[in-house]
């Protein structure tokens, strides 16, 4: 009895590596660019300029004063959106800065120690608090509106100057083009209802799901914490 041949197992195509990102350029003015965006960012954040944070509802009084100083030059400064402010945490585990409270997170030495390791984003409303946290890269919504947070200002060359007390407005982006990054943000959660609390109640951070891509994240800055506490 003549065998039967076993099938051929397909071969996978071979992934394409991510390509490699440039590292960020110091202006020498206060201001960080990535090269590989073309996105300018302010070395300091509104927590080390002012020595507060803002709720959502006043982070204009921030922004319309670096504009109306124009710091380094430029009008047009703006809070990021969630694809740009993910690109400023480093994925590699090799970059670290110093945060307000001596922590080190996934910022680039780049920018000014100190900070705050939070930004509002532009996904934010009135109607939807959210707060971006680079610690470790995803944006967290919250019930009421009584949330403070830090401002990560960005500014790109071609975008309109900014009207006091109005957010600019972020030039298109061509067909095919976002923010170079290593991995895609994880998508925002939508957020329930605000349920009324007692005056002076600190609102909670809305619970959501991790994702397998997040877990992995955490788990890799934990070991890389741990190794470095044994030092």
């Known amino acids: 009895m003549a065998e039967t041949e076993a099938p051929k197992k397909k071969t996978a195509p071979a992934k394409k590596p991510a390509p490699e990102l440039k590292p960020f350029v110091d202006n020498g003015d206060g201001t960080v660019t990535d090269p ?3 996105l300018i960012w302010k070395k ?10 803002f709720t959502w509802q006043a982070h204009r009084e921030y922004v319309d004063k670096v504009n109306k100083d124009k710091f380094a030059g430029y009008d047009n400064w703006r809070i990021p959106s969630k694809a740009e402010a993910i690109t400023l945490v480093d994925k590699t585990g090799t970059k670290q800065c110093e945060d307000k409270n001596g922590t080190l997170f996934p910022l680039d030495p780049l920018f000014d120690a100190g900070c705050a390791a939070n930004t509002w984003i532009s996904e934010c409303s009135d109607d939807k608090i ?4 680079l610690k470790i890269g995803v944006d967290t919504p919250y019930p009421g509106k009584d949330v403070f947070g830090s401002i990560r200002l960005v500014s790109k060359p071609g975008e ?4 006091v007390g109005t957010e600019p407005v972020a030039k298109p982006a061509a067909e095919g083009e976002k923010p170079a990054t290593q991995e895609s943000a994880p998508a925002a959660t939508a957020v329930p209802a605000a349920s009324s609390k007692p005056a002076g109640s ?3 951070p809305v619970k959501r799901a991790l994702s397998d891509e997040d877990k992995a994240v955490f788990k890799a800055r934990a070991k890389a914490w741990a190794a470095e506490k044994k030092k």
Not at 44 to 53: E, H, I, N, P, T
Request: hydrophobic letters at 45%.
């Open 36 to 38: 590989n965006s073309g």
């Open 44 to 53: 300091s954040d509104a927590w080390l300029d002012a020595k507060k944070f």
């Open 130 to 133: 959210i707060r971006f946290d």
């Open 160 to 163: 309109a100057a900014a009207t």
């Open 202 to 204: 600190v609102p909670r």
